[in-house]
Nanobody, 117 residues
Framework: QVRLVESGGGLVQAEGSLRLSCAAS?????????MGWYRQTPRKQRELVAG???????NYADSVKGRFTISRDNAKDTVYLQMNSLKPEDTGNYYC??????????WGEGTLVTVSS
């Protein structure tokens, strides 16, 4: 079983920055097909923000390209999401997501990001 724990959310003014962290614990000695961040905003269904594929390539939502950067520390089984130039429309709950090599999926409990105008 894998547990994902997010941290780093909070309240920030527009154009500010936040850094989210997601630490995976438990049975992490398996291959990972995908690990990244989704978000749930008041106006949209849960959407992919950014993530790493198994090959190490990254995917970003068009709305965050150039502003958000995903990175990882394999030794710590942790991924980070650096969010710069935040906008009020970035407000929402951000969820860490992992899909294993056997296609089991895991979600964190979420961390709230609030961007004030």
């Amino acid at each position: 079983q894998v547990r994902l724990v997010e941290s780093g959310g909070g309240l920030v003014q527009a154009e500010g920055s936040l850094r989210l962290s997601c630490a995976a614990s438990g049975s992490t000695t398996f291959s990972i097909n995908f690990m990244g961040w989704y978000r749930q905003t008041p106006r949209k269904q849960r959407e992919l923000v950014a993530g790493f594929t198994r090959s190490g390539s990254t995917n970003y939502a068009d709305s965050v390209k150039g502003r958000f950067t995903i990175s990882r520390d394999n030794a710590k089984d942790t991924v980070y999401l650096q969010m710069n130039s935040l906008k009020p429309e970035d407000t929402g709950n951000y969820y860490c997501y992992l899909r294993s090599g056997s296609d089991n999926t895991y979600w964190g409990e979420g961390t709230l990001v609030t961007v004030s105008s």
